[in-house]
């Protein structure tokens, strides 16, 4: 399960992950994304919450990385994962790492206050 959600005032796209993540709202997400984005100002930032993500089906991962693509190409400028326990990173960490480009600041945080901090 996913929920989208944009802050205008902080021009930020928030994420939020819960519970399992399979292919068929793998490809929702993507659709969503595609929507959104264009909704956004150039330089926003992506807060990505995984704090309640148990599982992930691995091919569900297709349709995140074009996500960041869309994303990294659309004008993201910070991101920010919310992942209290590394253990339970499910890769997206990795993911991050090779699906956007290296000029966007990128944070891991392990609670949403502490990832608050790192807009401000």
Known sequence: MFRLSIDNKGNKLVI???????????EQFY??????????????SVLTDLSSLER???????????AMDLLNKSGVSKVIRIIPDQRKDIGFNIMSLFHYSAEIDMHTCKSYQEAEKCFT
């Open 56 to 66: 992930m089906d691995i091919s569900a991962r297709f349709f995140i990385e074009k």
């Open 31 to 44: 659709a969503e994304i595609q929507k959104i984005v264009p909704k956004l100002k150039k330089d926003f």
């Open 16 to 26: 939020t992950f819960k519970d399992y993540f399979d292919l068929q709202q793998a």
